[in-house]
């Protein structure tokens, strides 16, 4: 089916992807414009009062992912266009931006991958069941049979797919159990990142957006977190009108299609793809025009809050006042009836793994330090530590390691609460990571100051005390941050559920409350974010109690509120201006792996112009893929095993040896022979110029490699791989090809 085609079924069966999109925009962008007024007073209010947690313990890097690439490889990417598999080499910078190249060469020479991936939205899936089971949910009404053979037939038994609910689905695959674990973590660290959610830093943009995104779908109903909420601004857009179109085009298109099962799963998919990609160019343009108007605003929105901000505040205290009289009652009897009852349970089942994976990052941090003084005690000296200490730099973005502590909170599971409360799981990997790099990069920065001060004697007791003052501060941050993820995960479940009880009754009763807030004000205190904000008052005194009392329990390693170590290493705080330790440069230590960098010098005390690559290349253990991407898998219609596919690449023939005057015990020893003639399936002959014996476990007579030539000394097709032939002269016969 066509792309053109595509797009006709969709304009002709349904409302166009344009008008939807504009009808969605249009709405969303009437709600951004009075929540971007909203965030602003509250961006300049806190700047103005100030305010903040708990003072962080460890020193943060500036930035982590400065002159590194995370990792790159070469695995199989099947092409839809010719039904094949081919070699890949595949990259992943700084961004988590999957590129694909044709070649290693063609990526170190800079040229233009041959394709780039954006894994917002996606999963890491590693079975063709589990990806059948996600298209027999997108497409309902055409389910595949248990057991049944897949559109795609993956040409290994080790598969690497990432599935989209709405975009293009992406397939690859490797040669080993091994690899296929060392590629999952990869891409599920890529998926982690690009669904991380909006940055932090845009103080007034990012709550405006979710705040906007949040009060669009619940004006539809839709309360609660959202799996969708991923990616950048216009890709979360794009979702939210496909959130409304995807259904009505199924239910129209998918009775409609014709042929096959998996022909017919092949074409919706298509056609979903098509779709996600119009509406996505839409919402792109669209969304910049919607940002640029409302920062156009901004310069005298702000001059005027900054201005009025005493009267704002004291307006807007009245009117919660006056609200709180009508919401309180209410909220404060559903809190007790139906949700504190289960506040207990609920922040249990939430502690359990979280405490756990942190648990395992200090576990990891602890193992690589021990590690490294180790290689110290066993004679590897201070000129060997360069390059654990580059490796131990690189450690909280080492999605193999630190894969562990992931798999430790993914056991977060709730339940029999979701009914009730319609969660969706937490995440906190990447919070994991960070508090990871933290603890990292304070250790480097101590351990290079004591190194400096105290000179480089006696080295591991210098290591040992670094260690231990790193180690009780990720105690205290691992708390603080622990207890923060509690609150805020307790709020994501508990708020939705009130809204939407509370809603029916009170939101009829708010535009009477407008009538109170002075005109001039009207843009900066909307009733809708004071009704919320009323509600979340009310619950937010059980949550914390709730926490606090699990702190005094002390079953989890948490810390109480009370005990604050802000001055205990008042001097620690002074090294985070210093800059990054070069430790290659300063103990010795190997040419850094990775790619060349876009931009020349590496930052943050990198060496050379040569990126510094987190993962080595991820490939058969000894076995380097040869030729590159010129290598291809055979299609769904070859053998499917990795033994049949072996065959293919180096199939066995027979070798007739010479005539000697030589007795066969000189000839059988498989060092001697230097002529030959290989004999093929085809009764064809071909004269051998070369043979290399191969010692195995010792032993003379182990496999010989032949070089095959024809006649006119032009090295023959077949030669691209060395054949084993034993040098006895017996031989093991192959499948055809």
Known sequence: MSPDLVCVCVCVCVCPPVARTRDVMKEFGSVYQQQYAVALFNSVRYEIEGGGGAQSQLLHRKDPLAGRSIFSGSLFQYLEENRKWRNRFVSVPNSYTISLHESKTAHERGLHPKGTINCAGYKALTSMEEYIDLINTSLPDVKAKSGSNPFIK??????????????????????????????????????????????????????????????????????????????????????????????????????????????????????????????????????????????????????????????????????????????LPKAEQLLRTNVQPYISSILEALMEPSSRGFSEVREVFFRELVEISKNLLNGGGKDKLGDPMERLSMLALHPVKMQSCYEKVEQLNLEGLQQRFDLASPSVFVTQQV????????????????????????????????????????????????????????????????????????????????????????????????????????????????????????????????????????????????????????????????????????????????????????????????????MEVPGPMSPDSVTGIRDLINPMVKLAPPVSKESPSDMTNGMEPTTGTVTWEDGEQDGVTHVTPTVEGGEQDGVTHVTPTVEDGEQDACSLKSFPVFANGLHVSTPDI
Request: overall charge negative; proline content about 5%.
């Open 154 to 327: 993956c040409a290994t038994q080790f598969p690497l797919i990432l599935w989209h609910p709405y975009a293009r689905h992406h397939y690859f695959c490797v040669t080993t159990e091994k690899e296929q674990k060392k590629w999952h973590a990869v891409l599920q660290d890529c998926v982690r990142h690009s669904n991380n959610g909006l940055s932090e830093d845009c103080t007034v943009q990012t709550p405006a957006f979710t705040d906007s995104v949040r009060l669009h779908r619940q004006a539809k109903g839709h309360y609660g977190t959202w799996d969708m909420m991923c990616g950048t601004p216009p890709q979360i857009l794009a979702n939210l009108v496909m959130e409304s179109l995807h259904p009505e085009l199924r239910s129209v298109i998918a009775p409609r299609l014709r042929g096959k099962m998996q022909q017919r799963q092949k074409h919706w998919m298509l056609i979903s793809d098509a779709l996600y990609r119009q509406v996505l160019s839409q919402t792109t343009s669209q969304y910049e025009a919607l940002a640029e108007a409302c920062e156009a605003l901004r310069a005298p929105l702000d001059g005027g809050l900054r201005t009025d901000m005493d009267q704002i505040i004291a307006s807007k205290e009245h009117v919660s006042s006056k609200m709180r009289a009508l919401v």
């Open 435 to 630: 508090q990871m790099d933290n603890a990292v990069y304070t250790f480097e920065q101590l351990l290079n100051q004591s190194l400096e001060t105290q000179g480089e004697d006696d080295m591991c007791k210098t290591i040992q005390r670094c260690q231990d003052r790193v180690l009780k501060k990720y105690d205290y941050d691992s708390s603080t941050v622990r207890k923060k993820f509690f609150r805020e995960s307790l709020l994501q479940i508990i708020i939705p559920y009130m809204l939407q009880q509370l809603s029916p009754s009170c939101s009829p009763e708010l535009p009477r409350f407008k009538e109170l807030i002075f005109e001039d004000f009207s843009r900066f205190l909307l009733v809708e974010n004071l009704f919320e904000e009323v509600v979340l008052q009310c619950v937010s005194k059980d949550i914390m109690m709730a926490v606090k009392e699990a702190a005094v329990q002390r079953r989890h390693n948490l810390y109480r509120d009370s005990i604050i170590l802000s001055n205990s290493d008042p001097n620690l705080h002074l090294l985070e201006e210093s800059p990054q330790v070069d430790w290659a440069a300063k103990f010795g230590g190997d040419e850094p792996e990775g790619p060349v960098g876009d931009g020349g010098e590496s930052e943050g005390g990198g060496s050379g112009s040569r990126r510094r690559q987190v993962v080595s290349m991820i490939q058969l253990d000894g076995i380097p893929l040869s030729f590159e991407s010129c």
